[in-house]
Antibody, heavy 118, light 113 residues
Framework: QVQLQESGPGLVKPSETLSLTCTVS????????WSWIRQSPGKGLEWIGY???????SYNPSLKSRVTMSVDTSKNHFSLKLSSVTAADTAVYYC????????????WGQGTPVTVSS | DIVMTQSPDSLAVSLGERATINCKSS????????????LAWYQQKPGQPPKLLIY???TRESGVPDRFSGSGSGTDFTLTISSLQAEDVALYHC?????????FGQGTKLEIK
């Protein structure tokens, strides 16, 4: 059974960089697409972007200028960096797996709350 | 971006009754070459991540009870729970994976009447 676990600071100061890691267990990070998705309080889900095991990426244009994703196949984990954060970036951040480029999200992490505040 | 709009925003249904949630996309998510609708439904309970229920608009994920069904094509889709159980109280989301950026509906909150 594939499991995903997010980790990273729960509090980030405005203008700084949010950094999260998602560790995959019970399966290889190779072959699949790995996404970050967030959910702001009282709002819907927002896809941030994906990274493929090869390292290729695709980002949501609304966040593209501030997002960097990477993958480390040796550690079976992938990462998100979101720069110049503001209060609007406060959300629960989820990592998720999809089987292909145009595919549903079949496995999700439990989510990690991140608050942007000084 | 493809905008996904769900209706209603919230819904209260009696136990054992049918619940119906609608999802409309701003453009078709039907890929003509394979005749598949790139549309998924998720269930999210408080404090939990979304759980995949339905993909390709009407295919149930393994382990999902058969009281959950999906229908529709093109731009209009429906999630139906044939006989509401107490454990079905949740927030339900539709999502298109036809083209990035992948987008979700705003969510529909389902409660017991």
């Amino acid at each position: 059974q594939v499991q995903l676990q997010e980790s990273g600071p729960g509090l980030v100061k405005p203008s700084e960089t949010l950094s999260l890691t998602c560790t995959v267990s019970g399966g290889s990070i190779s072959t699949y697409y790995w996404s970050w998705i967030r959910q702001s309080p009282g709002k819907g889900l927002e896809w941030i972007g994906y990274v493929f095991h090869s390292g290729s990426t695709s980002y949501n244009p609304s966040l593209k200028s501030r997002v960097t994703m990477s993958v480390d196949t040796s550690k079976n984990h992938f990462s998100l960096k979101l720069s110049s954060v503001t209060a609007a970036d406060t959300a629960v951040y989820y990592c998720a797996r999809s089987l292909g480029l145009y595919s549903r999200f079949d496995y999700w992490g439990q989510g990690t709350p991140v608050t942007v505040s000084s | 971006d493809i905008v996904m709009t769900q209706s209603p925003d919230s819904l209260a249904v009696s136990l054992g009754e049918r619940a119906t949630i609608n999802c409309k996309s701003s453009q078709s998510v039907l890929y003509s070459s394979n005749n598949k609708n790139y549309l998924a439904w998720y269930q999210q309970k408080p404090g939990q991540p979304p759980k995949l229920l339905i993909y390709w608009a009407s295919t149930r994920e393994s382990g999902v009870p058969d009281r959950f069904s999906g229908s529709g094509s093109g731009t209009d889709f429906t999630l139906t729970i044939s006989s509401l159980q107490a454990e079905d109280v949740a927030l339900y989301h539709c999502q298109q994976y036809y083209t990035p950026p992948y987008t979700f509906g705003q969510g529909t909150k389902l409660e017991i009447k």
